[in-house]
């Protein structure tokens, strides 16, 4: 039988994996970190509606420009931004592969601080980018001093910086962002996929647009929205920045149901994100109901918990798995990622989580 390494594939993508986080059918699955409370029916049934409309017209190609889209992007994101500065895509991730065929590709460099999202290094071996993954301080904070000193060594062509941070959960500095784009040459993402998540007054990186025309903010619909399987992402910044991504998007990338679900979703925003303040508690109560068992949790700005003081990682996710729980094993030694789910989903993780309790461990 053919292999992969028989087929006449690309050198710089021989013995690459593909992105892989396991998809299990389980009930408690704390692993992608999803927003685990379903859409309310009063918006299901107005998306219904919508894209029962659109499909009449599935004959004709939809709005190449998804101007309505955008015009919507733009009211949510508020900041004064207005539909030309705004771009979208079937999710984030195709939205941050846009900007790496724009401002990446062959003999040009995408820097990153690791441990950081892991499709960063995938997006730019995809798109021949060189991948630089460059060191934070401890507990994975990011001060500009590390940041900046980063950028002057490898003077990325991409900068993509995830605020707050996935897998780690750190939050990130609007100083560190300022910083970041003020010394580097290239295009500089802010990836916040997790932002409506922040402590409530954190300041988005949207505030400092303005006069910066290579700083990018992507953020998705996937997380707080409630709407990962509709996959859309988008991303705001300087219209120049907008005509240089159309240059290599495919013509109509946005299907017509994928733009009317969108609406629909951000027609019912406020409902949408109404899980929001319920999902930062479960983190926090997370957060401290790890520490009080003996394990050491990082903090986060996102809806999942990084934490450390696991002795055998994989054996916790493997009997998590058993009792029908699915968590994150991220590769950081001794450390697990797991989602702030619902409130009888925390529980269920957390209840778990008392067995393999570090300090309880010595007594088993
Ligand atoms: C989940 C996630 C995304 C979202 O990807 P989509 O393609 O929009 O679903 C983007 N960035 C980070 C850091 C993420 O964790």
Redesign the pocket.
């Known amino acids: 039988m053919t292999s992969l390494d028989d087929l006449p594939i690309r050198d710089d993508l021989r013995g690459k994996s593909p992105y892989g986080a396991p998809q299990k059918h389980v009930p408690v699955a704390l692993n992608?970190?999803e927003n685990t409370h379903p859409i309310p029916e009063d918006v299901a049934h107005d998306i219904v509606a919508r894209v029962a409309a659109a499909i009449i017209g599935l004959n004709r190609y939809p709005d190449r420009e998804f101007t309505e889209l955008r015009t919507a992007l733009a009211r949510y994101l508020g900041h004064d931004l207005v539909p030309e500065q705004l771009w979208a895509a079937?999710?984030?991730?195709?939205?941050?592969q846009h900007v790496l065929q724009a401002f990446g590709g062959p003999g040009r460099t995408a820097l990153g601080f690791g441990p950081?999202?892991s499709?960063y290094g995938l997006l730019s071996s995809g798109t021949g980018t060189g991948w630089i993954a460059a060191d934070r301080d401890g507990d994975f904070e990011l001060s500009p001093e590390t940041a900046v000193a980063a950028i002057e060594r490898h003077d990325p062509d991409v900068v993509l910086l995830?605020s707050p941070?996935?897998?780690t959960g750190t939050p990130l500095s609007l100083e560190t962002i300022a910083a970041v784009a003020d010394a580097a040459r290239g295009v500089v993402v802010v990836?916040e996929?997790?932002h409506e998540f922040a402590d409530p007054g954190t300041p988005s990186a949207l505030t400092l647009l303005e006069g910066r025309p290579r700083l990018l903010v992507?953020r998705?619909?996937?997380?707080a929205f409630a709407f990962?399987g509709a996959?859309?992402?988008y991303l705001a910044a300087a219209p120049a920045v907008i005509d240089a991504l159309r240059l290599v998007r495919l013509p109509y990338h946005l299907s017509a149901l994928t733009q009317a679900a969108a609406l629909g979703a951000l027609a019912h925003a406020d409902e949408m994100l109404a899980m929001v303040d319920e999902i930062r508690a479960q983190r926090e109560r997370i957060t401290r109901e790890l520490r009080g068992l003996g394990f050491h949790p990082y903090r986060s700005g996102?809806n999942f918990v990084l934490f450390g003081g696991v002795a055998d990682p994989h054996a916790v996710f493997e009997a998590l798995l058993d009792r029908g729980i699915l968590i994150r094993e991220i590769g950081l030694p001794g450390c697990l990622r797991v989602t702030a789910g619902t409130e009888a989903e925390t529980t269920a993780f957390l209840e778990a989580m008392a067995s393999f309790a570090p300090s309880t461990a010595a007594n088993a």
């Not at 079937?90 to 941050?96: D, K, R």
């Not at 998705?220 to 997380?223: D, E, G, V």
């Open positions: 992608v970190n079937n999710g984030s991730n195709e939205v941050l950081t999202y499709m995830c941070n996935n897998p990836d996929a997790y992507s998705t619909m996937s997380k990962a996959r859309v992402g996102a």
